[in-house]
């Protein structure tokens, strides 16, 4: 066959219009593309978190967890009488990556629901795809807030229940003079900023404020600005690898941790073990669940989970607790969905509609129970605040009275309260998909 | 802005100066001598880490024996891998860059496959983790460890290449590996002992800094560029990448002092943007025609 000039141009011209304008092909309606539910098939899930790469500490344990947590609903009969598939994908710590996956769970495995991310830059790169099918995400660990989609729920304290019992303790125990350290991002900023409200409330001194690269070792110059301003104690929201490094040079460089402790949102079990007990204890950590919570539930967890094949790695912690939560939360708000409009008829939509103020009862949750919001789809939960022991577990000094509630607008209420069916500004005008 | 402080600030960055040095050096030697772009640095630098560990844990070996152990079981790793694949690729410089990032990568995988991906921890003595109070100035006791270390080796290595007759070898096979070689210097035995001796480098770098940081199979990627950046800045030689990471350990603790970390990174990198400008063969350039 000759090409000519003009079967070239055409033929280019349709192949690049085709990849140009992928929207022209692909049918906009969830009923081409979306998940169809058939009674008797399994029920498929996305489990996107990263296999492989920086983020692959706490990705690999929310995967093994939710692994867990599946099983364990399967054994006790599915959900709707149906076992649950989790399909899991690696996303290589890869922005890019994390979407790509995103469309490829939606449009080819036709999950019903995603569980992924464990960092906000990640969850904020898959979401524009999951509103854009009106798909549905749970985001099972903690973040800053000032989102509102309707595409979302999340089982993790967010930034305005965090802090809120932390640093009245903290200033109470030891002085009202305190140093902020984070890493530079966006959840440690806006983190601060709620900090910051609490620590004017109860009179303290914010005496310094710094923000170290993701992923630096290097705290020398930091540490050295902590010793000339003489904090009382420190405000740690530094993440993941840095955070163990900031631990071991805090301790190192000389600091005594009963003159000038840590209170950390992040420093759990994995960390101390990370950086070895002798230099996390005597810290503080603000979380919803530790590893030793007394209670029945949480000691089947933790046995149940350590026992069965998924628990290698040889603690529990906050973020996998939040993370089971969710496989939970998904469990009753798709039943419940399934009451009101039928097993077949059940989409992604459906069930966050009806998954505003469901609840795990303390039967199900090892932290206790909690439900979720509502408005924002967030959750109700009890903050609590631990110490590190000399053997790396944390041991719970104050257990909020009562349950937090969440807030994801706290700090901005010019931007208006996140409802149901999206931003209410002040002026009464509502925004949907707020990211 | 105190005396003590800004004291503080200048021995902090000899400190910091030491750790991009010694995460440097190896990369120094292989490139300087071989002229291979080695991207399976950061690897090197975490099997250093790794075999630390591995002493400790199952062995038993005490701390200060695992960093000479580490220099030895890295160097064999070296080695290996210049026989079995380096040493093919000398004349293709573009080849060893993908091959040694290949190389990076099962490494990387490799070590994830076997002691799985979660932090592993190195265990130190008591009396590293304190620290050393002058009254007015502060330093880490396990910072000035490192410190002595790196000055060790560089001595060390300048012993080796300006005093010894191995070091004579290597700076003729740098000069110009075919007249070496026709005055019957084995030229592929120099470049398989200088691949050895900076992969034993970068394995004590990382049995230092699986204690200042964190013992992970990702944990060399951090330190790699900025000891690309020394040994590019310095222009290749032992000297150049000295003052290349004193300058810059010293401008990262004085910028970080005066504003803020990130914004010191911020700098220290424009300056050497800047500085490779125009001065594009870095910091002291060898005067003798090689390759």
């Given at each position: 066959m000759k090409i000519t000039r003009r079967k070239l141009l055409t033929t280019t011209l349709a192949a690049s219009a085709a990849v140009g304008m992928p929207h022209v092909w692909i049918?906009?309606?969830?009923?081409?593309?979306g998940a169809t539910l058939k009674k008797g098939e399994p029920l498929k899930v996305g489990v996107l978190f990263?296999?492989?790469?920086?983020?692959?500490?706490p990705e690999e344990d929310s995967t093994l967890v939710l692994q867990y947590a599946f099983d364990e609903i399967n054994k006790a009969g599915g959900i709707g009488g149906v076992p649950v598939e989790p399909v899991i994908v690696d996303a290589k710590s890869d922005f890019s990556v994390y979407s790509e996956k995103t469309k490829e769970l939606i449009?080819?495995?036709?999950?019903?629901a995603l569980f992924a991310c464990y960092t906000s830059a990640s969850r904020k790169a898959i979401l524009p795809t999951i509103m854009q099918r009106d798909h549905l995400l749970y985001y099972p660990t903690c973040y800053e807030g000032a989102e509102c989609t309707q595409n979302a729920i999340c089982t993790g304290p967010i930034a305005n229940q965090h802090s809120k019992d932390l640093i009245p303790y903290m200033v109470e125990n030891f002085g009202k003079r305190v140093f902020f350290v984070g890493s530079n991002y966006v959840w440690p900023k806006e983190s601060n900023k709620n900090a910051k409200i609490w620590l004017e409330q109860v009179g303290g001194e914010l005496v310094g404020e710094e923000y170290i690269p993701l992923?630096?070792?290097?705290?020398g110059p930091v540490l050295n600005k902590i010793r000339d301003a003489k904090p009382n104690f420190i405000f740690s929201t530094v993440v993941g690898a840095s955070d163990v490094a900031f631990h071991k040079q805090f301790k190192q460089e000389g600091f005594k941790v009963d003159q000038m402790p840590i209170a950390s949102l992040t420093t759990g079990e994995i960390e101390t073990r990370a950086m070895g007990a002798e230099f996390g204890a005597g810290h503080f950590l603000s979380a919803p669940y530790v590893q030793t919570l007394d209670n029945p539930t949480n000691h089947k967890f933790v046995d149940g989970f350590l026992k069965s094949k998924y628990g290698k790695n040889g603690v529990t912690h906050y973020n996998m607790e939040e993370t089971y939560l969710s496989a939970y939360v998904f469990k009753a708000g798709f039943e419940k969905a399934a009451a009101a409009v039928g097993f077949e008829n059940v989409t992604p939509r459906a069930i966050r509609d009806h998954s505003g103020g469901v609840r795990i009862g303390d039967d199900i949750s090892p932290e206790g129970e909690v439900w979720i919001d509502e408005n924002n789809f967030n959750t109700w939960l009890k903050p609590k605040i631990a110490q590190c022991q000399g053997d790396g577990t944390f041991k719970v000094l104050k257990s909020a009275d009562t349950h937090v509630a969440p807030d994801p607008f706290s700090i901005y209420p010019e931007s208006g309260v996140c409802t149901k069916d999206g931003l209410k500004a002040p002026d009464g005008k509502i925004r949907k998909g707020v990211i | 802005m105190d005396f003590g402080s800004v004291l503080n600030a200048l021995i902090l960055g000899v400190s910091i100066a030491s750790i991009w040095l010694i995460a440097a050096l190896g990369l120094t030697i292989i490139y300087g001598a071989a002229g291979v772009i080695n991207m399976a640095h950061g690897a090197l630098i975490m099997l250093g880490a790794y075999s630390s560990y591995m002493l400790q844990h199952y062995i038993g070996v005490p701390y200060l024996l695992c960093i000479p152990a580490s220099f030895v079981i890295v160097a064999i790793i070296g080695l290996v891998l210049e026989r079995g694949l380096i040493q093919y690729l000398y004349d293709r410089p573009l080849d060893t860059l993908l091959a040694t990032y290949g190389v990076s990568l099962v490494l990387v995988q490799g070590v994830r496959l076997i002691f799985g991906s979660d932090p592993k921890y190195l265990a130190v003595p008591e009396i590293f983790s304190s620290n050393i109070s002058l009254g007015f100035a502060n330093i880490s006791t396990f910072r000035v460890v490192v410190i002595a270390v790196t000055a060790l080796l560089v001595l060390a290595l300048w012993i080796l290449f300006y005093k010894t007759r191995f070091g004579i070898q290597v700076r003729a096979v740098m000069q110009n590996k075919e007249m070496a070689a026709s005055f019957g210097i084995n030229s592929s035995r120099i470049y398989m002992m200088t691949f050895a001796l900076g992969a034993g480098l970068a394995g004590v770098a990382g049995s230092l800094f699986g204690v200042l940081n964190i013992v992970l199979p990702t944990m060399g990627d951090s330190y790699v560029v900025q000891a690309f950046l020394m040994v590019v800045a310095g222009g290749g030689t032992l000297a150049g990448t000295v003052i290349a990471s004193g300058f810059t350990g010293e401008l990262q603790s004085v910028f970080a002092f005066i504003t803020n970390d990130t914004f010191a990174r911020f700098v220290i990198f424009l300056l050497i943007v800047v500085f490779l400008r125009f001065r594009p063969q870095g910091l002291f350039a060898k005067g003798g025609v090689r390759r």
């Amino acid at each position: 066959m000759k090409i000519t000039r003009r079967k070239l141009l055409t033929t280019t011209l349709a192949a690049s219009a085709a990849v140009g304008m992928p929207h022209v092909w692909i049918p906009g309606s969830r009923d081409a593309w979306g998940a169809t539910l058939k009674k008797g098939e399994p029920l498929k899930v996305g489990v996107l978190f990263s296999l492989t790469g920086a983020l692959a500490v706490p990705e690999e344990d929310s995967t093994l967890v939710l692994q867990y947590a599946f099983d364990e609903i399967n054994k006790a009969g599915g959900i709707g009488g149906v076992p649950v598939e989790p399909v899991i994908v690696d996303a290589k710590s890869d922005f890019s990556v994390y979407s790509e996956k995103t469309k490829e769970l939606i449009l080819r495995e036709k999950v019903i629901a995603l569980f992924a991310c464990y960092t906000s830059a990640s969850r904020k790169a898959i979401l524009p795809t999951i509103m854009q099918r009106d798909h549905l995400l749970y985001y099972p660990t903690c973040y800053e807030g000032a989102e509102c989609t309707q595409n979302a729920i999340c089982t993790g304290p967010i930034a305005n229940q965090h802090s809120k019992d932390l640093i009245p303790y903290m200033v109470e125990n030891f002085g009202k003079r305190v140093f902020f350290v984070g890493s530079n991002y966006v959840w440690p900023k806006e983190s601060n900023k709620n900090a910051k409200i609490w620590l004017e409330q109860v009179g303290g001194e914010l005496v310094g404020e710094e923000y170290i690269p993701l992923g630096s070792s290097e705290f020398g110059p930091v540490l050295n600005k902590i010793r000339d301003a003489k904090p009382n104690f420190i405000f740690s929201t530094v993440v993941g690898a840095s955070d163990v490094a900031f631990h071991k040079q805090f301790k190192q460089e000389g600091f005594k941790v009963d003159q000038m402790p840590i209170a950390s949102l992040t420093t759990g079990e994995i960390e101390t073990r990370a950086m070895g007990a002798e230099f996390g204890a005597g810290h503080f950590l603000s979380a919803p669940y530790v590893q030793t919570l007394d209670n029945p539930t949480n000691h089947k967890f933790v046995d149940g989970f350590l026992k069965s094949k998924y628990g290698k790695n040889g603690v529990t912690h906050y973020n996998m607790e939040e993370t089971y939560l969710s496989a939970y939360v998904f469990k009753a708000g798709f039943e419940k969905a399934a009451a009101a409009v039928g097993f077949e008829n059940v989409t992604p939509r459906a069930i966050r509609d009806h998954s505003g103020g469901v609840r795990i009862g303390d039967d199900i949750s090892p932290e206790g129970e909690v439900w979720i919001d509502e408005n924002n789809f967030n959750t109700w939960l009890k903050p609590k605040i631990a110490q590190c022991q000399g053997d790396g577990t944390f041991k719970v000094l104050k257990s909020a009275d009562t349950h937090v509630a969440p807030d994801p607008f706290s700090i901005y209420p010019e931007s208006g309260v996140c409802t149901k069916d999206g931003l209410k500004a002040p002026d009464g005008k509502i925004r949907k998909g707020v990211i | 802005m105190d005396f003590g402080s800004v004291l503080n600030a200048l021995i902090l960055g000899v400190s910091i100066a030491s750790i991009w040095l010694i995460a440097a050096l190896g990369l120094t030697i292989i490139y300087g001598a071989a002229g291979v772009i080695n991207m399976a640095h950061g690897a090197l630098i975490m099997l250093g880490a790794y075999s630390s560990y591995m002493l400790q844990h199952y062995i038993g070996v005490p701390y200060l024996l695992c960093i000479p152990a580490s220099f030895v079981i890295v160097a064999i790793i070296g080695l290996v891998l210049e026989r079995g694949l380096i040493q093919y690729l000398y004349d293709r410089p573009l080849d060893t860059l993908l091959a040694t990032y290949g190389v990076s990568l099962v490494l990387v995988q490799g070590v994830r496959l076997i002691f799985g991906s979660d932090p592993k921890y190195l265990a130190v003595p008591e009396i590293f983790s304190s620290n050393i109070s002058l009254g007015f100035a502060n330093i880490s006791t396990f910072r000035v460890v490192v410190i002595a270390v790196t000055a060790l080796l560089v001595l060390a290595l300048w012993i080796l290449f300006y005093k010894t007759r191995f070091g004579i070898q290597v700076r003729a096979v740098m000069q110009n590996k075919e007249m070496a070689a026709s005055f019957g210097i084995n030229s592929s035995r120099i470049y398989m002992m200088t691949f050895a001796l900076g992969a034993g480098l970068a394995g004590v770098a990382g049995s230092l800094f699986g204690v200042l940081n964190i013992v992970l199979p990702t944990m060399g990627d951090s330190y790699v560029v900025q000891a690309f950046l020394m040994v590019v800045a310095g222009g290749g030689t032992l000297a150049g990448t000295v003052i290349a990471s004193g300058f810059t350990g010293e401008l990262q603790s004085v910028f970080a002092f005066i504003t803020n970390d990130t914004f010191a990174r911020f700098v220290i990198f424009l300056l050497i943007v800047v500085f490779l400008r125009f001065r594009p063969q870095g910091l002291f350039a060898k005067g003798g025609v090689r390759r």
